[in-house]
């Protein structure tokens, strides 16, 4: 019996019971719940003392206004090539080929009419129009009598580049409107056959209607500079011409954001905010700074593409926003043990984002002229972002967040063990 409870006691001291473990995991939980807690707390008092700084308010203010400027600046009409059109006799013709023009061609023209002929050429001469046409009176007429010399007046700059596709699409819509005439004329006068206009027209009238409507000789596609792929141009989505200048902007203002969260960060640190914290807080902690404001121009971000109208899905963009958005809180906080002074950060950030904006591009797409600079954008984080809208996958957005946070993760090793 002694040894039995020798035995017992033996295994009551070498294994806890049921109340130790309870007790235990409540006081661990407890623990770890205070620590959330305190965590959350920190959190909250970080983001209001941001918010009573004027410089951070400045920046959050920055991203409505520029979007606002882009959106008075910019209209959708902007992004296309613009074709000036002027007829001497404004006739029922004229109206159908202008509406032929208007409604039927690639979104990337717009043909416009202008009122007057020596607008036309001012129009041209100044930029504002790629090129123009002048149409002479009676077309239908000139056509038929054979007169149709000189019937149109294409008129170009030395600079354009586009005249000949343009002159394809003026002169199939062409066909579409006075076709029909110069076909019924020739099967009157010339075809050898006795028939009179109204006959061959009644004739005419459904084969010509049916050839019109199938598809067309010309086929106009596009292709993605990206991704290489090709779409019909029926059924290829039309970008906003606002897509690249506002997403780009949003994207470069999440960076801007987090370059002043690191900023913020050496102000903390030398005011020795951080070293009341336990050591292995520390970089914890210290990202968290860096996100911080970070998340809040990202959500900012969001609001303005909501309100800018492009939107897209909403798990798409929760989600590319979220990885974008750690992706350079990561690369912050690896510039944070690069740079060690925050005069050289404050120096860095005018260049990155300048250089961010002329390289990936956002308002102009420099790479055009210096094609190299096409290898820099692997450097920049919003091309990143961009990418996603111009079609190309997710996966190298998600790559390059996994690689930064992965080097800020082992950079913080040696701090967390001081």
């Given at each position: 019996m002694e040894n039995r409870g020798t035995e017992q006691g033996f295994v009551r001291g070498a294994f806890a019971s049921a109340e130790e473990l309870s007790s235990f995991a409540v006081g661990r939980g407890a623990k770890v719940a205070g620590a959330i807690r305190r965590f959350f707390t920190w959190l909250w008092l970080t983001a209001k003392r941001l918010l009573k700084k004027p410089s951070f308010v400045l920046i959050l203010l920055m991203l409505p206004a520029v979007l606002l400027l882009y959106r008075v600046l910019i209209t959708e009409d902007d992004g296309k090539l613009h074709v000036a059109v002027f007829f001497e006799d404004k006739d029922d013709v004229a109206e159908t080929f202008l509406a032929e023009m208007t409604e039927r061609v690639p979104d990337a023209f717009l043909f416009y009419e202008c009122e007057e002929e020596e607008d036309l050429y001012s129009d041209v001469a100044a930029g504002r129009a790629e090129c123009g046409y002048v149409f002479s009176e009676d077309m239908v007429g000139k056509i038929v009598s054979g007169e149709w010399r000189g019937m149109i007046t294409a008129v170009v700059s030395e600079r354009t580049i586009y005249g000949s596709f343009v002159n394809e699409i003026v002169y199939d819509k062409l066909n579409h409107v006075?076709?029909?005439?110069?076909?019924?004329?020739?099967?009157?006068?010339?075809?050898?056959?006795?028939?009179?206009?109204?006959?061959?027209?009644?004739?005419?009238?459904?084969?010509?209607?049916?050839?019109?409507?199938?598809?067309?000789?010309?086929?106009?596609?596009?292709?993605?500079?990206?991704?290489?792929?090709?779409?019909?141009?029926?059924?290829?989505?039309?970008?906003?011409?606002?897509?690249?200048?506002?997403?780009?902007?949003?994207?470069?203002?999440?960076?801007?954001?987090?370059?002043?969260?690191?900023?913020?960060?050496?102000?903390?640190?030398?005011?020795?905010?951080?070293?009341?914290?336990?050591?292995?807080?520390?970089?914890?902690?210290?990202?968290?700074?860096?996100?911080?404001?970070?998340?809040?121009?990202?959500?900012?971000?969001?609001?303005?593409?909501?309100?800018?109208?492009?939107?897209?899905?909403?798990?798409?963009?929760?989600?590319?926003?979220?990885?974008?958005?750690?992706?350079?809180?990561?690369?912050?906080?690896?510039?944070?043990?690069?740079?060690?002074?925050?005069?050289?950060?404050?120096?860095?950030?005018?260049?990155?984002?300048?250089?961010?904006?002329?390289?990936?591009?956002?308002?102009?797409?420099?790479?055009?002229?210096?094609?190299?600079?096409?290898?820099?954008?692997?450097?920049?984080?919003?091309?990143?972002?961009?990418?996603?809208?111009?079609?190309?996958?997710?996966w190298p957005l998600a790559a390059a967040a996994c690689a930064l946070l992965g080097i800020s993760v082992l950079l913080s090793v040696p701090e967390r063990n001081r």
């Open positions: 006075l076709g029909f005439e110069v076909v019924r004329d020739y099967l009157v006068k010339k075809s050898g056959l006795e028939i009179d206009a109204k006959t061959a027209a009644e004739q005419l009238g459904k084969s010509y209607e049916a050839a019109m409507n199938s598809p067309a000789i010309v086929e106009y596609v596009s292709v993605s500079d990206i991704t290489g792929e090709i779409e019909e141009e029926s059924v290829a989505k039309a970008e906003s011409v606002l897509t690249k200048p506002i997403r780009g902007t949003v994207a470069i203002f999440v960076l801007l954001t987090g370059l002043a969260g690191l900023v913020f960060w050496y102000q903390d640190d030398a005011e020795g905010r951080f070293r009341v914290m336990a050591r292995e807080r520390r970089p914890l902690i210290s990202f968290a700074s860096i996100l911080l404001p970070t998340v809040m121009a990202g959500i900012a971000g969001w609001v303005c593409l909501a309100v800018s109208g492009l939107w897209t899905r909403t798990g798409r963009e929760l989600v590319t926003m979220g990885v974008y958005v750690l992706l350079v809180a990561a690369f912050c906080n690896i510039l944070r043990f690069l740079i060690p002074s925050v005069h050289a950060v404050c120096a860095t950030i005018p260049i990155l984002t300048l250089i961010s904006y002329l390289c990936c591009p956002i308002l102009l797409d420099v790479a055009t002229i210096f094609p190299a600079i096409r290898f820099l954008r692997a450097v920049l984080l919003p091309q990143y972002y961009l990418r996603i809208y111009e079609g190309a996958s997710m």
